[in-house]
């Protein structure tokens, strides 16, 4: 800083709104979906949250080669 050079002061925040819903994911014979591939997600319909949409995936051999476990 220069000289007579005054600090200035800030201040930053976050707020978050809390948002609640349900949406059911039902994979009837989970166990056949298992060998469909690393990567190879299945996929639930899009539903609305807190004016978001979302969908879930579900990955039944991992997302990578590094990762072969069940991952959402």
């Known amino acids: 800083m220069g000289t007579g050079s005054k600090k200035k002061k800030t201040v ?11 949406h059911a994911l039902k994979i009837v014979d989970y166990s056949l979906n298992k060998g469909i591939g690393v990567g190879t997600f299945i996929r639930s ?14 990955y039944p051999d ?11």
């Open 12 to 22: 930053s925040w976050c707020t978050t709104e809390v948002s609640e819903g349900a």
């Open 45 to 58: 319909g899009t539903f609305a949250v807190g004016g978001y949409d979302w969908a879930i995936r579900l």
């Open 62 to 72: 991992g997302v990578t080669e590094d990762s072969k476990a069940m991952a959402l």
